[in-house]
């Protein structure tokens, strides 16, 4: 990734893909938050395949779309905390929009960058809707075992200070506080997608049926005999892609 942008006086890395014509109105922005890494080496592979389909989504759908990673991961400065990675997601919601002729924002999260958007969402009416892929309806599972988590985080890479966290009750208090079931609840009546394999066993289809039931009228996808790392199925890239379309076109009133 070849940009970046600051949060808490950290450095992250950014991709910035712009539609080639806007045909004389304003762009819709989409910003995209990938998961939590499922094998070690910073994250880079769990970021890898985002620049690319920010570029598809500018390119074949009309979309101004910012793939970034989070602190700790690849080329992003910091340490990982669920808390810190909200942070940077609503800093690129604050980055995007400071992106002239950008004035609807939606999301569009993967796994632990799912409940996250859904979390970021609920808190900033500047943000129209949300696609959430593969995403838990909370943290629990980390929260009952943050020691564990931390050793799990520093095999990853996505925390490199031997010194973080600072406070370690401070760092897995953080677990508890984004529940995107809960939060969910507050976004409606805008937008939510909620996309999930079939057969994901990281996180249970049950968790996209209690995200969809809060939120009262989210359109729920579920991808038969999907796994948990949909970014690379085609169906739900199609789903996504489609999603898209019918929030840019109800942006502009189109057919």
């Keep these: 990734m070849e940009q970046r942008f600051s949060v808490d006086g950290l450095q992250l890395a950014c991709h910035l893909a712009k539609p080639a014509e806007n045909h004389g109105r304003a762009q819709p922005g989409l910003v995209i938050a990938h998961g939590f890494p499922a094998e070690a080496g910073g994250g880079a592979n769990s970021t890898a395949t985002f620049p690319e389909l920010a570029d ?8 101004l779309a910012l793939a970034f ?3 700790g991961v690849g080329e992003s400065e910091g340490n990982f905390s669920l808390n810190g990675w909200l942070r940077d997601l609503n800093g690129a919601v604050a980055h995007l ?9 939606f999301l569009m999260g993967f796994g632990t960058g799912g409940a996250l958007a859904i979390e970021a969402a609920a808190s900033n009416h500047a943000v129209r809707g949300v696609a959430a892929v593969a995403a838990p309806a909370d943290f629990e599972d980390w929260a009952r075992n943050p020691r564990k988590l931390l050793l799990l985080a520093r095999e990853m890479g996505v925390v490199r200070d031997e010194r973080f966290p600072a406070s ?3 760092w897995s ?4 506080s984004v529940r995107a079931a809960e939060a969910a609840a507050r976004l409606a009546p805008r937008e939510l997608m909620v996309v999930h394999g079939s057969d994901d066993d990281s996180v249970p289809v049950f968790d996209a049926r209690a995200v969809a039931d809060a939120h009262g009228t989210a359109d729920l996808r579920i991808i038969q005999g999907a796994r948990h790392h949909l970014r690379h199925d085609p169906r739900a890239i199609a789903v996504l892609l489609g999603w898209l379309d019918r929030q840019r076109a109800a942006l502009f009133g189109e057919a």
């Excluded at 598809?56 to 979309?63: F, Y």
């Excluded at 208090?173 to 508890?176: N, V």
């Design 56 to 63: 598809r989504a500018a390119a074949d759908h009309g979309w």
């Design 69 to 71: 990673s989070s602190r």
């Design 97 to 105: 929009r400071s992106e002239a002729g950008v004035d609807s924002v």
């Design 168 to 170: 370690f009750e401070t």
């Design 173 to 176: 208090e953080g677990l508890r």
